[in-house]
Each structure stands twice: as structure tokens, then as C-alpha cells.
């Protein structure tokens, strides 16, 4: 069968979106007109994020290539590697019409990526009191040809549209008290009006024949008392989320077994479109057929918290950008290191999850869905998956171009670390 093709797509991005938020995987949501819009979408079991952060999560979603390889290592970073190709810039220059929309534009600052980025309604103060009707007239345009649209919801973040309602209960500490249930009833909300009254709305108005639809999360939420929200620990509630795929002709997308990763749509939609690419990424076309024999496949999530989680503040927001002058430097001085800044990996077939602290070796081994801990007699068998990936990568020269000396520093450090160097 040929590969099929498609020369409208519309990615979903919703910020936090974890494994049971969705009606499919979770009964208790109640999203009835969300459930029917998509029942023919395919639904990836076992889709894994890069990282568990909004900035390095996206920047792997557009260029399909791990944080270590497009170089934005954790949130706080501040740039990806220079030269790397991204969708929207591969697209707009294959002819296609782009229209990306975000709830929090500001969260993709310095980015190579970040100029095609709006927000939803420009005249709106807060994004998600803006007009819905104009950003469905901003999708629908132009009518032909090809489109590539792209929208990233931020309501489902932390806060999860609380902010304002007196007396809201702080959701941490209901979880800290064993009432995780209670908080999550708040999460689920917040999902459920993304779901169910927003972006039913706009899928409604586009067709199937058409359209090859996407709706994924960037990374999950943790509630529970390992980690709370996502950006600082790895956690099974953090590194595997729900995507749901529909592509014309197709219908639901089969996806293979094993493990998927936010790095394989790079491919899939860069095929779909006939994009002619020159990419060596470990990302791998959801739509080929599965060789018989397929080899067992990890897949990584990286989490460098070295500068802290938080990406959102002014210092960022309001800094020109020609004073970034490196991944990690603004007006050449280096960011100031975080107290608690830390290093982790996970890797996971699909079955298990293994996560490793970079510096003290510590690690654990679960079941990527119960959670529930597993025996490991043999933790190196999980680290050797882990350094063929490092190794293995067509693109560890990146690193070397690197020129500050801030910048240089950090990646010795890292190396030796891994053990690479004495
Ligand atoms: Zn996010």
C-alpha cells in the first residue's frame, strides 16, 4: 500500500494532559461530544514525551530530535542548538499556510519557533477568555491549499483555571493529606472544558477527509506525593501521555506496538506532507508498516533542571532577545544555577520505566502503567540502553559547536557525569 498523504494538519498540543484525562482511558470524564467527535481516531497506548517540560517537550515535537540532541536540556534553557530544521519553518517553505496559536505564546520565547507562534485571540487579555469564534475563522483560512495548524492549550496547566476563585483549596496540599482524588477532580475539570466545550467546537468544523488531526500532551501531571506537577522529577503520571491520531483515508491511525515518542511525528507528518528530509533523528513514522521482526526500542525522556523549572518570569520574558547569547547566557553572563538543580533520565519499552539520577546513580524500576515497583537485579542493562541512545545519535556534533565557554563547561560536566570523560 502507499504511504498516504495528507496536506492539512492540525496539531493539538494540551498542556499537562496526562494518560487519564481522557474519556477513553477514564469513564469518570465526562466528555461526551469529545468521545464521539474522535471515536475513530487511533489512540497511542504507549506514547512517551522528551521531557517533562513545556519548552524542550515542543521543541522535540518540532524537530524530532531528544532535548540532548536539539539542546534545549531542560525549561530554563534558554536556546535550542543553532541550525536545526523545525516544522513550521520546513512547511511554511514547502508552500504551506501556517497558523499556530497558544494560550501561553510567551512559554516558547527564544525558540527558533517562537515567530509563528500567536496568541489565541490577540486582542484578548486573557487567553482563554478570548474569542473562540476568531481563532475557528483563523483555522479555516485560507480554504485551499495546504495548511499546517497548530494550537497549544495552557488552561490545563498548573493553576488548572483556578486563579481568581476565592478560597480555592491548594491543590498540593490535598494531595500531601492522601486526598488526591479530591484534587484531581479539579484537574479533570479544567481538562474536560478544554475537551469537551473548546476543542469540540473546533474539531466540528474541520473534515475528516481532509484533515489529519494530532491531539497530544506535552508531558502529564503527577498528583501524587512523588511529584506534584511535572517539571522537576520523572514519573510514569509525568512521561507517558494520551495521543490520538486521525489521518485521511486512514481513519484511525494503527499504531505500532512497543513504545511511541513525541520524536516520531516529526517523521510521520514530514512523510505525510512528502516532504523530502534529511533527518537522522531516532523518530520513527508512526504509519510505516511494522517490520515483522521489529527490534525492541527504548524510548527516552531527559529532565535538566540545573536552572531551575521556571521559565515564566520577567527576567526572561522581558530580555531582548539579541542579549541571549547563548543556550545559557544572557549578555554572556551564565543563568544562575538552581539550589536544588538536578539531572534525570528515563527510558521505557512500554512496559517498564527506569529513571536514574545523573550524578548519584540512584535509580527505580516500575510498571510504566501501575506504577507498581519491579525487581532489578541488573540496572545496567537499562543504562546500556540509555548510552546507546547517546551514543547512537547522528547528531552529538551539535554539541560540539557550542562556543561559549559557560556553555562548554556545562556539557563537560555533563559528560563526565555520564562517564564519558575522567
Ligand atoms: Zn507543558
Redesign the pocket.
Known sequence: MDHPRADRFLLVSI??WRYDALGRTNPELNTPKFDHLTRDYGLAERFFVTAP??RP?HASLFTGLYPFEHGLFGQTYLKMFGGIPNLFQLLSEAGYAVTARSERPEVFRFLDFEPFIRPFDPSADHQHLGSLEQLIAALREPETGPRFCFLHFWYT?GGYGMGGIPGAPDLKELVGDGRAEEALRFYYAATTHVLEFVLVEILKQLSLDRWAIFIFG??GEGFCPEVMSHGDCLHENVVRVPLLAHVPGLGGVNFPAGPSSMIDLYPTIARLAGLPLDYEGYGRDLLAPSPTARSKRWVLTELDSLYGVGFLHPGNLQTAHQRVTSRIAIDDAELARSKGGTRMWSISDGREFYRQQERSGDFVLRNVVTGQPLPCPDPDLYRNAYRDILHGSRYRDQQVQESSSAEERVLEERLRDLGYIE
Open positions: 498542556d499537562s517540560a513545556t517537550s496547566h506535552d508531558h
